[in-house]
């Protein structure tokens, strides 16, 4: 049997590391960029926060292509759900699409799912949307294979009452944690920020998130050398 030809024939998933935080005044949304394909990377630098609305979002999980769908789906049924009212959908009922979709074909997804957004009823909310299709109304949520590293992590520096870069800091710093220790995860880390003011993406590459524990800084690689104006020659 040829693995490495399975390999590149398995499912594109994102084992992945995904977040959402609420604090005083709107969420952050967090993610990593790794897509697999068995054992291979089959895109670095995917974006796994999908817009649903101008005032929601989404953070994708599990199965690339089932992800992929329900937001699809969730999105056109949004569009129609706001000409109908004449008015943005609020975070709760996005949430409630996702679960439904999730929850009627959970013997077919693959998938987790965080919802997070702002509206002028509730303000800034998440929703987890784990596999089989539950729905979470939390403060904060994780989710993805790296989040089996984070539990403990949230527990201590999570609080109530954070401050928009308190909360902005918190996920990036917990998402760099993730893929310090998470062989799924990894790439580089997008936040999306969502309040009353609007929406504002951030990108952090991949060299500039802290190290963690036995990280070690990278020396002499290939992308310094063809980064460097006049390079030394490379010598045997």
Same mark, same amino acid.
């Given at each position: 049997?040829?693995?490495?030809?399975?390999?590149?024939?398995?499912?594109? =998933?994102?084992?992945?590391?995904?977040?959402? %935080?609420?604090?005083?005044?709107?969420?952050?949304?967090?993610?990593?960029?790794?897509?697999?394909?068995?054992?291979?990377?089959?895109?670095?630098?995917?974006?796994?926060?999908?817009?649903?609305?101008?005032?929601?979002?989404?953070?994708? =999980?599990?199965?690339?292509?089932?992800?992929?769908?329900?937001?699809?789906?969730?999105?056109?049924?949004?569009?129609?759900?706001?000409?109908?009212?004449?008015?943005?959908?609020?975070?709760?009922?996005?949430?409630?699409?996702?679960?439904?979709?999730?929850?009627?074909?959970?013997?077919?997804?693959?998938?987790?799912?965080?919802?997070?957004?702002?509206?002028?009823?509730?303000?800034?909310?998440?929703?987890?949307?784990?596999?089989?299709?539950?729905?979470?109304?939390?403060?904060?949520?994780?989710?993805?294979?790296?989040?089996?590293?984070?539990?403990?992590?949230?527990?201590?520096?999570?609080?109530?009452?954070?401050?928009?870069?308190?909360?902005?800091?918190? %996920?990036?710093?917990?998402?760099?944690?993730?893929?310090?220790?998470?062989?799924?995860?990894?790439?580089?880390?997008?936040?999306?920020?969502?309040?009353?003011?609007?929406? %504002?993406?951030?990108?952090?590459?991949?060299?500039?998130?802290?190290?963690?524990?036995?990280?070690?800084?990278?020396?002499?690689?290939?992308?310094?050398?063809?980064?460097?104006? =006049?390079?030394?020659?490379?010598?045997?």
């Amino acid at each position: 049997m040829d693995f490495s030809l399975g390999d590149l024939n398995a499912p594109h =998933s994102m084992g992945t590391t995904i977040i959402g %935080v609420t604090y005083n005044g709107g969420v952050v949304l967090g993610a990593d960029s790794r897509t697999s394909t068995g054992m291979y990377v089959a895109n670095r630098a995917s974006d796994k926060i999908t817009q649903l609305t101008d005032n929601v979002y989404l953070c994708r =999980s599990g199965s690339a292509a089932d992800s992929q769908i329900v937001s699809d789906y969730v999105r056109h049924f949004l569009h129609q759900h706001t000409i109908q009212l004449g008015q943005p959908s609020t975070v709760k009922v996005a949430a409630n699409l996702v679960r439904l979709l999730s929850y009627n074909n959970k013997n077919m997804l693959q998938t987790g799912l965080i919802v997070g957004g702002w509206d002028k009823y509730e303000g800034g909310k998440i929703f987890g949307v784990p596999l089989g299709g539950t729905i979470l109304d939390l403060p904060f949520t994780i989710g993805g294979s790296g989040s089996t590293y984070l539990y403990g992590f949230f527990d201590q520096e999570w609080k109530e009452g954070m401050t928009q870069d308190e909360a902005e800091k918190l %996920v990036v710093k917990a998402v760099s944690l993730a893929i310090a220790r998470d062989g799924a995860s990894g790439g580089v880390v997008r936040t999306v920020t969502i309040n009353e003011d609007g929406v %504002v993406r951030k990108f952090y590459p991949g060299d500039t998130l802290p190290l963690w524990h036995e990280e070690l800084e990278p020396k002499d690689s290939l992308l310094d050398i063809l980064a460097a104006s =006049s390079p030394e020659p490379m010598v045997s």
